[in-house]
């Protein structure tokens, strides 16, 4: 019996909010909120662009981005992320980077 989970590995790098907060203001980086429009109005880290990654124009969205820059994906919880960054990866994306259980914990100020 194979588990199909145990087969997919996780090739992108997952940190806690600290770190994806400084990540956030280098020059290169580009902070992406995968979740629905109306979440992202609700509330969002500063500089993020929208790519909702359960809209069916997700991959077109994203395949003439640049892939040598550093990505950092959020979403609420982190799960909705690491699918992005899963699905980025594929693409081959260099550096895209989960923010580790999503806005949940985020200490700081959202816009």
Known sequence: MN??????SKNYREI????????????????????????????KIRGAINLDVSSSDFMNLIQNLSKDITYLIYCRSGNRSGMA???????????????????????FELV
């Open 3 to 8: 588990n199909s989970s145990s087969t997919v």
């Open 16 to 43: 806690a909010f600290g770190e994806f907060h400084d990540l956030a203001i280098m020059p290169h980086t580009i902070v992406v909120d995968v979740r629905s429009a109306g979440e992202f109005e609700g509330g």
């Open 85 to 107: 960054c899963a699905i980025m990866n594929e693409m081959g994306f260099k550096e895209v980077i989960n923010l580790k259980q999503g806005l949940l914990l985020w200490p």
